[in-house]
């Protein structure tokens, strides 16, 4: 029996496996297994859906501290999750007369795991006994030859993801039910605030940089704008100095320079060759996925997923930024080349070495993300076929040549004053003609000019210029932090990531901190910073990646997490009421700030507020009086999108003015916006707007 | 302890700790930009809370002092 991870993996191996290549899928009920033949073998090929175990609580009690758990079947945990059960009983069924278990999910941490859960919780079978499958992408080639080089379990590997589990278990559960009865004490709501391990310092980054942005005071600088003329055309030049930090200089230099003639003193000219990017590993994937095309790294990871799962690409869960030597480039770029977009550049590259460029970091299971050469199985979507295209011309760009550009730079003088002038000559493209679209650069001539030409400096200006505050965090940057901090997995940052947002800590996709997320961040922060620290979080994860190199185990690891939490929660519950007043005192201003709009212009002793209607789930603006049958004045709100109030009321009709958070798209208008005399422009846009992105969802799938 | 008269967090000194940090922000800085524009703190003040870049709070803060001194 083969135990994979999903039902497209199952049918991958079932096909790859049979001699016939036409495996035989019988169904039961909902769910199914393959049946193929291998040489002597008959195979029985079954299928989780992820996980199909989970940790629940055993003692009693929705409160803290709870430390004890088990593995159950996930349904006992997740109520909406039915269709495990069936999976479940087919395993445990069929796993009566088998000679041999073979675990054929993922190769990481989390595969390793699902595995070995199943084989011990469904297959009911001692996994000791059990062999491993170890590939890196779904191909026929690789699958067989996994198949006839069977492994031992890697358990090092399976007891990091258990405890990863289990520690996420512990202080997720705790944490959040300390925060939520704090709550609870303080003013006897039921409000869950959630944190968890990795989440605490993600918010506590978005916090500070929040701080920063929100305590920033530009500082003035000028900046000399010189337009000049030589043989009558027009050049714009730059002062030697950027920033001059004083109005007065600033008028010196303007002063010394105007209507005077300087002279082309010298010409520069630097040639610079830049080497192929290495290949991609999940990160670069993800932050050059959200430059080039503005998916989110979760959307990357899921749609990287899905091209895996299609044969079209390598694991995308993967640190590895090499290519190992074992891997066939020549078949993959043969593969490519039977490809109409790629064939052009996969021949031209087949001519060379087949030399890659290699990037500095490893992964101890995975090669860097690179296309199988293999024809999707199933048709891309428009999305998949975009992060494909991306990967395909980062592989092909790591066998060409160094791009050379000269960066060429005119020296003008002018007594002790110096001006520039600039251009950027691309010599030979290299690599970057196969990164094509995703490869950018300004190429600028230099103007005509020689040394000894006299340039006549016509206007010269200072402008006042601001130092700038420093950027918010987008997805892909958050993202990149965590790492460089060594916080979670490859596979659990970007849902980390997403959850900073999903939780309402955060403003739409901007990363503003919301009034809850500073609510939550400020309590911690005066009460147990602790839960907000990276560093027990680093050392944890430490501890996890030694027990994977064996330099510890799975129950000292835990033992400690547990004292720790402990202490962390003996702590918190001195300071309880603090906590509690402190979060309840954040909870009103965050609901003061999204649910309310302003007192009720038609009963006037009423508050507006956002309200979703029982019956549709639409969300409107209604009066607070409506309750007590008094007042019955509605107005519709935009569907999509973050509303916050502003400062301000409408100068056309007089109503509260809002601000509408949608994407990456920020726009203002009033709560009377479908009736008010001043916006039925906005109305017509945002109609053309809604039925053009209806359009695009119906041939795309939705984002 | 009662509240910060900008946020209603409490309050420190004059304000909560971080209206107390941009306020101290706004009189440190005068010094560089005096030097650099020649503005009075009036006038600084006014260019301060026009600048897109200018951080919330040392915005709000800005507008209190404003308010009070009747600038
Ligand atoms: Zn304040």
């Known amino acids: ?64 501290p709870r430390l004890e758990n088990e593995w159950v079947p996930k349904y006992e945990v997740d109520k909406k999750a039915t269709n495990i059960k069936p999976i479940i009983a087919l395993i445990k069924g069929l796993s009566k007369n088998i000679d041999m278990f073979v675990v054929a999910t993922d190769y990481d941490i989390e595969g390793s795991l699902i595995g070995y859960l199943t084989l011990l919780y469904a297959c009911k079978t001692d996994p000791s006994n059990a062999k491993r499958m170890r590939f890196s992408s779904l191909t026929e080639s690789e699958l067989r030859n996994a198949f006839d080089n069977l492994h031992e ?110 002279i082309v003193d010298k010409i520069n000219r630097r040639t610079v060759t830049q080497l192929p990017h290495p290949p991609f590993n999940l990160s670069s994937l993800q932050s050059e996925a959200y430059r080039h095309l503005g998916y989110k790294p979760s959307r990357t990871l899921d749609l990287a997923q899905s091209l895996y799962l299609n044969s079209a690409i390598s694991y995308p869960r993967t ?69 494909y295209d991306l990967i395909v011309r980062r592989f092909f760009s790591v066998f060409g040549e160094p791009l050379v550009k000269d960066h060429l730079r005119a020296d003008i003088i002018w007594e002790n004053h110096k001006l520039y002038t600039r251009g950027l000559q691309i010599q ?72 900073v947002r999903s939780r309402g800590y955060t403003i739409a996709d901007r990363f503003e901190l919301s009034t809850l997320g500073y609510a939550l961040y400020e309590t911690l922060d005066h009460y147990m910073s602790v839960m907000l620290s990276p560093e027990m979080t680093r050392q944890l994860e430490k501890e996890m990646e030694d027990i994977q190199q064996g330099k510890t185990d799975r129950d000292s690891v835990l033992a400690k997490a547990r004292t720790n939490l402990l202490s962390i929660l003996k702590e918190f519950k001195e300071k309880e009421e603090q906590i ?50 008094v007042c019955d004045q509605t107005f519709p709100l935009p569907q999509k999108g973050t509303v916050t109030p502003l400062e301000k009321t409408c100068p056309y009709c007089d109503h509260q003015m809002i601000k509408v958070l949608s994407g990456r798209r920020t726009w203002e208008t009033c709560i009377n916006w479908t009736e008010c005399p001043g916006r039925q422009e906005d109305l017509k846009a945002l109609d053309e707007r809604r039925s053009k992105q209806s359009k695009k969802d119906d041939g795309e799938d939705s984002s | 302890m009662s509240i910060c008269p900008i946020c209603g967090r409490d309050k420190q000194d004059k304000f909560c700790s971080y209206h107390q940090t941009a306020y101290d922000n706004v009189k440190e800085m005068y010094g560089q930009w005096k030097t650099a524009a020649g503005l009075s703190w009036e006038e600084y ?27």
């Open chain 1, 428 to 499: 030979k493209l290299g690599w970057a003609e196969y990164y094509g679209p995703f490869f950018k650069t300004e190429e600028k001539s230099l103007p005509d000019i020689s040394e000894g030409d006299s340039i006549h400096l016509s206007s010269v200006k200072a402008e006042e210029k601001h130092t700038l505050p420093p950027a918010r965090f987008n997805p892909a940057s958050l993202l990149k932090l965590l790492e460089r901090e060594n916080l979670g997995t490859k596979s659990t940052r970007s849902r980390i990531v997403d959850s």
């Open chain 1, 319 to 387: 640190s590895s930024e090499q290519l190992p030597d074992n891997l066939d480039l020549k078949a993959i770029l043969i593969g490519l080349s039977s490809m109409k977009t790629y064939a052009d550049m996969a021949v031209t590259i087949l001519k060379g070495p087949l030399k890659p460029i290699q990037g500095k970091k490893t992964d101890p299971a995975h090669p860097a993300i690179h296309p199988t050469g293999e024809k999707p199985t199933k048709k891309l979507t428009p999305s998949e076929q975009k992060l």
């Open chain 2, 45 to 71: 003040l006014h260019k301060i809370s026009d600048i897109e870049s200018t951080g919330r709070w040392i915005r709000e803060v800005i507008e209190f002092i404003m308010q009070q001194d009747g600038l």
């Open chain 1, 153 to 262: 379990l890697d358990f090092p590997l399976i007891e990091s993801g258990q405890i990863r589990h289990e520690v996420d278990w512990l202080y997720g559960i705790n944490m959040t039910r300390a925060l939520t009865l704090a709550i609870k004490k303080a003013a006897g709501w039921f409000k869950i605030v959630s944190t968890g391990r990795v989440q605490g310092p993600a918010l506590s980054f978005v916090a500070q940089r929040e701080k920063e942005i929100n305590l920033f005071l530009p500082l003035p600088y000028w900046m000399i704008q010189v337009v000049a003329y030589h043989n009558n055309k027009e050049l714009e030049l730059e002062y030697f100095k950027r920033h001059i930090s004083t109005v007065s200089d600033g008028k010196s230099i303007v002063e010394s320079l105007s209507d005077q003639t300087a």
């Open chain 1, 1 to 64: 029996m083969l135990v994979t991870e999903k039902p497209t993996a199952a049918k991958k191996i079932a096909v790859a496996l049979d001699d016939s290549k036409s495996p035989r899928e019988v169904k039961k009920g909902r769910t199914s297994y393959f049946e193929c033949k291998c040489g002597n073998d008959d195979l029985v090929v079954v299928y989780a859906l992820g996980h199909l175990f989970e940790l629940m609580q055993t003692e009693k009690g929705w409160t803290y």
């Open chain 1, 580 to 629: 509690g007043e402190e979060l309840v005192k954040g909870l009103q201003r965050y609901w003061k700030e999204t649910e309310e709009l302003g007192p009720c212009p038609k009963c006037g002793n009423g508050v507006l507020r956002i309200v979703q209607s029982p019956k549709t789930g639409k969300r409107f603006v209604g009066c607070s009086n409506y309750k007590e049958g």
